[in-house]
């Protein structure tokens, strides 16, 4: 059985997902990825992608820290998102490698948040196969 085009996004968080994208990064965003920019920690390509996906559009409920304090937030289904330095870590040791036209696999997938990041590496040209429970 092949599944190609399956995308489970909660309603709450489509709203964001589409639209969020388009409005200039929040100063709390920047801050943190030029913190891990100072640290060494990502490059300047990671820090361009993570800018481009928003990590507030797969939260849904921001709750006393925000979306950009660097620490796990919960999901839903008795999950986590990553904290953002996890991410960045990540994606950092992925950068070379996904390259547009390549296929990504995302087990684990929880928000969505690195299998977009994965999609935007790849570009339409590439495939992203997200796996997850609920």
């Not at 969505?112 to 590439?126: L, Q, T």
Request: overall charge negative; charged content about 25%; proline content about 5%.
């Amino acid at each position: 059985m092949e599944i190609d085009d399956c995308l489970f996004i909660p309603q709450e968080l489509c709203q964001n997902v589409l639209f969020e994208q388009k409005r200039e990064p929040s100063v709390q965003l920047k801050n943190l990825l030029t913190h891990f920019k100072d640290r060494g920690t990502i490059s300047q390509a990671v820090y361009d992608l993570m800018i481009k996906v928003d990590r507030k559009n797969f939260i849904n409920d921001e709750g006393f820290h925000g979306p950009y304090s660097d620490m796990p937030r919960p999901i839903g289904w008795g999950t986590t998102i990553s904290a953002p330095g996890v991410h960045a870590v990540t994606l950092e040791k992925l950068i070379g490698r996904l390259k547009p036209g390549s296929k990504a696999l995302d087990i684990g997938t929880g928000s969505g948040y690195v299998a977009a990041c994965f999609a935007e590496m790849v570009g339409k040209e590439g495939r992203v196969y997200m796996v997850d429970h609920i």
